[in-house]
Structure formats: structure tokens, C-alpha cells
């Protein structure tokens, strides 16, 4: 089944002023100006629609949705935020985080995304098998996933932040690390699953976790992740726990690696930079969740010049609030512009980032553009509300004007979104069961 995406209003990518053929899960062809694809069995007529390769979210919580706008956490830097919300959010359950897997998923997609790394760290009695829930959600709904087995293993006892009852020991974590990488893993390209260890960040972990989860990662050929220097806080915690900046500790436990994508990755200074860039680890740049809670700006110019893949992520629900990647799109371009000025950040960079920049943060070379032998996946927006009258390139008006919901997702070939509604979701009733589980944490 080879289908024509024909004609589009404009195309985030070279050469396919025409549009793209899809062949099963992929992209088969771009169709140049003048040119005619052959062998069509079906056409799309995409004349009323801008076409993105399908949006990346390289960082979440899904968990998060649950606690949106709480008034125990608003308002407040990361470190308060994060003590007044643990005990909180100790309290999940099993069917609460798989509703708020469902919602988070279905949010993200309507706003275009087709891939999304959710980073789950909280693992309270009860709930270890969050990523086995994950999965099964991303499956249901058709999402490309990277499930990352977050953890932390150092509690207020030992010195770290979050309190006992949301923590595991090191043996739990790494025996459950191992469980779900051979159960869910897939390193092959095309993969619709993939697992990545995630320790939660350097305020909550032991450098033994670290180390032991960078070896796992090598044995299994998965990604590693973690929140670093988001805060100057984290960086005095970490002098202070263990003599190392954070970037130091990186290097100390086996991470300085291409393995490796961070959340935030804000206070760097310039000679870390060029190690970070030399080392390959991407950084996932959120805008959103920066600016609430005041953690400062990524230096993502400089980190993409050292060469840094550079990605965007909407972080989870309580510091966004919103699970909207197109939003963070238009958040990376204005915060980008205010500090480095309005013609060095482009709505051509921040789409960038959202898309070839993001897959390369998840070690994927196989989502992220439109081109041939690339995976199927696509956003496509239409420019017919009010907000988007009068406007002149199209493209650029997805981020200027502000679009926020896509009208079609493709994944792996197959429409995931189709007149702006999920395929086979209904959304009245998973926002009343989502809005009843958040709730209990009132
Ligand atoms: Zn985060």
C-alpha cells in the first residue's frame, strides 16, 4: 500500500514541495516540485495542511498530570516544589498512573507528537510495575515510546530529598532495570518500545547507581538518562555530598556518553560544555518548566555548536502544566530569542530541535526527519482558526500564531489523530476518569 501525502500548504522538509509517499510503517519517497510519484494506490490531499515529521518528546512525568496547578506546590522553586509534592505524590497507585499515562499520551499526540520518552522515577509500595503500565498504554494507543525505568535510591535518612517512602535499594532497582529491559526492550530500528535507565538526579541517587546503571545500559544498548544542573541548588548539593560538580559526576560514573540524553542541563560552564559536546550527550532542553520554576535558561546555541544533540521536552504536568509539544516548540523559540537574539534562534531551529534533534537525544536516527527510509511518522496542522488569519509562510505561523492541536498524526503509517480527535479514544470520558483519579491528591 503506497499512499501520496499530496500537495501540501508547506512541508518541514527539503525537496518535497509535492508531498511524501508512505509505504507501510515508512516513508517511501519525497515528491519534488514538478514530479509525479508512481505505483500510488491511495492518495491523502494534504493542499489544507503543514506537514511536520512527527514531534519528540524527549522528557515527562506522566505521573505529573494528576497534580497540575497544586496549590501545595505552586509558585515555588524546584527544591520546595519538590518536598511539598513527594509526599503527595506517594500516594499513587497503580490504576491512577495508568490513567495518567492515557491522558498524558493522548495529550501529547493531539498537540502532534508521535514519539514520547516519559521518565518515571516514583516508586511507592505497590507501584512496581509503573513500566510495565506504560507500555501497555503506549501500545493501546498506537505511541512510539521510549519508557525510561527511572529511580532513586537516596533518602531524607541518607541525605537525599525525597522522602523513604517513595524510594527503592539499589539491588530492587537494578533487578527490576534488567526485568523490563529484556521484557520491552527493542534496539532495532523502527522500534515502536524502547527502555532507558534513568536515575532521577544527582539529589537522589548514590554514584553506585549511576555507575551500575551506565553498565547495564552498555550490556542491553540502551539509553540513560537524568536530570542534571537544573538548579544551583543541585550543583551546591552535589559539592557538597560528593566534592564533584555535577558534570564531574557524570564523568566519574561512566556517563560522558552519546548512551546519554539529560533533562534541563541549564548551569554549565563553558570548558563542561565542550566536554559535553565531545562526549555526544544530548540535552533536553524545557523551556516551559525552566521558566515556572525559575531554574534559569539551557544554553542550547552553544551546547549544539560544541555538538550536543539538542532536544525539546515538556517535563512533567506540575512545573509545565501542559503536555503540549507545539507549546514548547513557540516556548523554545521566544526564550531562545531573548537570550541570544531574534535572528539566531529560528522557527526553522526550534522545529528542528522538536523533531531530528529530539530522536537524536533518544539515540534514534530512524524518526525525526521526512525522508526516504525514515519511519512513518508525521503532524499535520491546518491553519483554519481565527488565531491563524491573515498569516503569510505557513510554516512559520505554526509557531508565531501559536498552533496547539494537530488535525492528523500519523505513526508507523497508520492515522493515530484524524479531524483533530484520537482514533479509538474517547476523550469526554477519559478526562471525567482522569479529572476523579486526581482527586485523591487534593
Ligand atoms: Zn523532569
Redesign the pocket.
Request: proline letters at 0%; one cysteine or more; hydrophobic letters at 5%.
Given at each position: 500500500m503506497r499512499t501520496w501525502i499530496k500537495d501540501p500548504l508547506a512541508i518541514f522538509a527539503d525537496s518535497a514541495e509535492r508531498g511524501l509517499v508512505v509505504e507501510g510503517t515508512r516513508i517511501a519517497e519525497r515528491v519534488g516540485r514538478g514530479a509525479t510519484p508512481e505505483r500510488i494506490d491511495a492518495t491523502f490531499d494534504a493542499s489544507r495542511h503543514v506537514v511536520l515529521p512527527g514531534l519528540v518528546n524527549t522528557?515527562?512525568?506522566f505521573y505529573q498530570t494528576l497534580t497540575r496547578a497544586h496549590p501545595s506546590a505552586i509558585n515555588k522553586p524546584l527544591f520546595a516544589w519538590l518536598t511539598a509534592l513527594y509526599p503527595i505524590w506517594s500516594r499513587l497507585k497503580p490504576n491512577q498512573l495508568r490513567l495518567a499515562a492515557r491522558l498524558a499520551l493522548t495529550e501529547l499526540m493531539l498537540s502532534g507528537c508521535t514519539t514520547a520518552a516519559d521518565?518515571h522515577y516514583l516508586y511507592p509500595e505497590g507501584l512496581e510495575n509503573a513500566v510495565d503500565i506504560e507500555v501497555e498504554e503506549a501500545r493501546a494507543l498506537g505511541m512510539r515510546m521510549t519508557v525510561s525505568r527511572g529511580s532513586m535510591n537516596l533518602s531524607e535518612k541518607d541525605g537525599g530529598l525525597p522522602p523513604d517512602s517513595v524510594v527503592q535499594d539499589e539491588e530492587t532497582i537494578l533487578a527490576d532495570s534488567e526485568r523490563v529491559l529484556k521484557l520491552f526492550h527493542d534496539p532495532k530500528p523502527g522500534a515502536k518500545i524502547r527502555v532507558a535507565l534513568a536515575p532521577c538526579?544527582p539529589f537522589s541517587i548514590s554514584k553506585d547507581l549511576m555507575t551500575e546503571s551506565a553498565r547495564l545500559a552498555e550490556r542491553y544498548d540502551c539509553q540513560l538518562h537524568t536530570?542534571l544542573c537544573?538548579t544551583e541548588d543541585e550543583e551546591r548539593f552535589c559539592l557538597k555530598m560528593c566534592g564533584l560538580r555535577p558534570v564531574d559526576l557524570l564523568e566519574e560514573t561512566g556517563w560522558m556518553s552519546s548512551r546519554v540524553w539529560l533533562?534541563?542541563g541549564i548551569h554549565f560552564n563553558p570548558h563542561e560544555i565542550a566536554r559535553l559536546g565531545n562526549a555526544g550527550v544530548g540535552v533536553s532542553h524545557?523551556a516551559a518548566?525552566n521558566m515556572v520554576l525559575a531554574s534559569g535558561i539551557c544554553p542550547t546555541c552553544e551546547l549544539e555548536a560544541a555538538g550536543s544533540p539538542v532536544g525539546l521536552?515538556v517535563?512533567?504536568s506540575a512545573?509545565n502544566d501542559s503536555s503540549n509539544m507545539m507549546e514548547a516548540v513557540r516556548h523554545a523559540l521566544m526564550i531562545g530569542r531573548l537570550r541570544y537574539g531574534a535572528d539566531k534562534v529560528t522557527h526553522r531551529d526550534v522545529l528542528r530541535w522538536a523533531t531530528e534533534g529530539s530522536a537524536r537525544c533518544l539515540g534514534r536516527s530512524d524518526i525525526g526527519r521526512i525522508e526516504a527510509g525514515y519511519e512513518a511518522d508525521l503532524a499535520l496542522f491546518k491553519l483554519d482558526e481565527p488565531r491563524f488569519s491573515g498569516a503569510h509562510d505557513p510554516l512559520a505561523a505554526l509557531v508565531l500564531c501559536g498552533a496547539h492541536r494537530a488535525d492528523r498524526v500519523m505513526v508507523a503509517g497508520e492515522w493515530r489523530v484524524v479531524d483533530g480527535a484520537p482514533v479509538g479514544v474517547d476523550l469526554d470520558a477519559l478526562v471525567a476518569q482522569h479529572q476523579a483519579a486526581a482527586r485523591d491528591f487534593a
Open positions: 522528557h515527562h512525568h521518565h538526579s536530570h537544573e533533562a534541563h524545557c518548566s521536552g517535563d512533567g512545573s
